[in-house]
């Protein structure tokens, strides 16, 4: 007994087993994200008032540098994969639909990259 319909079959369509993979990965970000938001909250809550310099000064901790990195990287996958899910469901031209994926996925590894070299430039005393 299959669960294919009758016109899957005839088409050779089915589960292109990606899905699965993808909703993990979302899944495991979600999970990181939580423990590195609230130490990034607490930490922005105790410098409440501080001045610049004591800001540059946690940021180059290498604890706080490498903490921050984490937080951008898995804050910018999550948000790339959730947009991704976004577009793919609410999107229906095939065209607009990838091309708005190839734009995002670009927009979000862009402003990875430019918040993880902040950190280090402010990390490595640049």
């Known amino acids: 007994m299959s ?3 009758p016109l899957g079959r005839v ?6 087993k990606n899905g699965t993979h993808h909703w993990w990965i979302q899944r495991v970000t979600a999970v990181a994200l939580l423990p590195l938001t609230l130490w990034f909250a607490v930490a922005m809550i105790k410098m409440t008032g501080s ?3 004591v800001a540059i000064a946690w940021v180059r901790s ?5 903490m921050l990195l984490l937080l951008i ?5 999550h948000m ?3 947009l991704q899910v976004v577009i793919e469901d609410y999107i229906h031209s095939e065209g607009a639909k990838l091309v708005l994926i190839l734009a995002q996925k670009l927009a979000s590894f862009a402003l990875a990259i ?3 070299f ?3 430039k402010i990390a490595f005393g640049g």
């Open 51 to 53: 001045s610049h310099g």
């Open 114 to 116: 430019a918040a993880g």
């Open 3 to 5: 669960l294919q319909s």
């Open 73 to 77: 990287i898995a804050t910018f996958h």
């Open 80 to 82: 790339q994969l959730g």
């Open 62 to 66: 290498p604890f706080n540098a490498i």
């Open 118 to 120: 902040a950190v280090l």
């Open 11 to 16: 088409r050779g369509l089915g589960s292109a």
